[in-house]
Each structure stands twice: as C-alpha cells, then as structure tokens.
C-alpha cells in the first residue's frame, strides 16, 4: 500500500559489518533489541526508544525461556506494549512461526497488533524482514512468520495451528465460554515441542483465570506465574497512590482489583470474598463430558451425593455435587454438569455414580 516505513517482500538491503554485529545481538537477546530498535509513543515524551522497567525485562525473560505463563499486573503498567515488542523479536528472528494473539474483544485484541505495527515500522530496513501483508487484524513476513488476532470466543482459533498464543485480559472471558473457549484452544499448542502460551490480565473475581493461577502457585499446573503490583512501576509512590485513590472515590476494594491485582469476590455472593478466596481451585484428577473426578472412590467411606435436574435444553445445567462426608472437614471429591441431557438420562448418570 505504499508504505515508505516499510521494506518490500523481495527487496535486498545491503549489510554493513556493523548491522551484522547488531543483527546477531538482537536475534539472541530479546530484551537487546527491544531497547535499541523499539520505539513507543508515550502521553509525556511523545516518540522516545523502549526503556523497559525492571519488571518489565523479568516478564519477557520468563516469557521468553519458558513455554507456558501466567502473568497477572495492574491496570496502565505496560503489559500489552511489552508483550507486543517480545512478539515483534519472535516473528523477525525466527521464521515460520505463527503467533496468535487474543482479546475478549477483536478490537482489543488489534490493539496489540497496531502497538506491534508501530514499532515495526520504526525499525531501520536492514532490520526488517520484507513484508507480503500487512492489514489491521494479521500480518505476513517474508520469512513466513505470521501474526494474526481473534476474539477469545469458543471457536475463536478452532482448527488453526499457532507456535504463540498470546491471551490479553484472559480474565475477562466470560466463565459462561472460558471453559469452550479453552477445550478449543490448548489443541492449538499441543502438537509442538517449543509452543509457547502467555495469560495476561488483570484479576477479575474468582473466575477460571483465578483457578489456574492458584494451580500455578502450588504447582498443580506447568504454568510459571508471574505478579507485578502498582509499585514496581517506576515514579509509583504513595503519593501517586493516593492521587489515584481520590480519583476512584476512595474505593479501596476497586484498588486492590486493578492495581494491588488481589483477586475480589463479588460483594453478592452469599460466601463473603475472603471465604472464597479460601476455598483453593484443584486440577481433577480425570474428567470426561462434563464429570470432574477429584479424588477416587474408598471402601468404608460415607458419601453424599447433591442432585438438581434441568431441562437439558442448553441452558440451565443439570449438576451433581459427591461430598465424603466420612470425617471433617468435608470433601468435595467429584462434580458433574450438562446442559443438553434429558432428565431421564441424567437420572441415569446420577444412579450410575451412586
């Protein structure tokens, strides 16, 4: 389209034996090349090159060197710029990658797509990689890497191969779809050996995103967490605490969500938040159609089962709750749910676990 920023598939550039030099720094240090070649564009400063943070160079080492992550981080902290310029790196100096990125909307997950574009075309052209497309919602390079967005929907990439997925504000997916949403994504990374997956966001309650930080945090899954508050961003002191507090109304609760990133209970549930909290997600020990086994059956063990029935129409679930009830506390040792089975069969699913 006539993009003067931009270097033409096809287009041979001549290597002085300095941009060698720095053509081989940059493919083997990420955090090199972003703060020598990555401009942003800042609301103080205008156009000025990335100085990445601290915490902000921890996250793309652990992003880098490890093939599944979690990262939770507070509102305004540069997430999506830093995983944008680690992306950029991923695409230029490696070919025939596929990256993904998502958003629980496409207009957000493009977001991330134009801060990649931004910085791509401030790179000098011997730097560049030639371009074969280049539109808002994916683009190609010549060494056949690729970058394409969705929307974190059931069928979002369904069917797709990726060699990078990127999840912005996973925890905003909706817990009606999280669930689809992921059955249908994990294949997309399981075939390789170097796949790599990032979860991002800002807590949202004590939701699917909430269930596999925990299982982070006590080694239940192979994800690597990762937790940056408000203060680990340079210039955040308490005065500028307090000056963002008086603009929030003193809700100290809305705080701790989007910038102290604790995860919050909805002030409706009938647990209080700090009970929920308690109450530590597990990794079932099997699952299948919908029954989640936690722990297995033992002999001279009392259980209770909890039944409620639905219309099995695709929309109220049909469910089921095994509690052993043999000793306290209590434990909840397996859980079942569907939505689209008849009540009769159902009944038959409820006798065959009792």
Known sequence: NSNTNLKAAGVQVEFTPENVKEYIKCAQDPIYFIENYCYIVTLDHGLQKFALYDCQKKKIDIIHNNRRVILMEGRQQGKTTTSAAYILWYTIFQANKTVAILANKATAAREVLDRYQTMYELLPKWMQQGVTGWNKGDIELE??????????????????????LYIDEAAIIPNTIAEQFFASVYPTISSGHDTKVALVSTPNGLNHFYSIWINAIEKRNSYNHILVKWNKVPGRDDKWKQDTLAAMNFDTEKFDQEYNVEFMGSS??????WKLKQLVAQTPVHKQDGLYLYSPPELNHAYVIIADVSRGKGLDYSAFSVIDVTT?????????????????DYAGVVHQIA
């Open 268 to 273: 409706g549930t009938l647990i209080a938040g």
């Open 143 to 164: 060494n056949r890497s690729k970058v394409f967005t969705a929307a974190t929907t059931a069928a979002g990439i369904r069917g797709k191969s990726v060699n990078m």
């Open 328 to 344: 306290m506390p209590y434990n909840q040792v397996c859980v079942y749910r569907n939505n689209m089975l008849t009540p009769a």
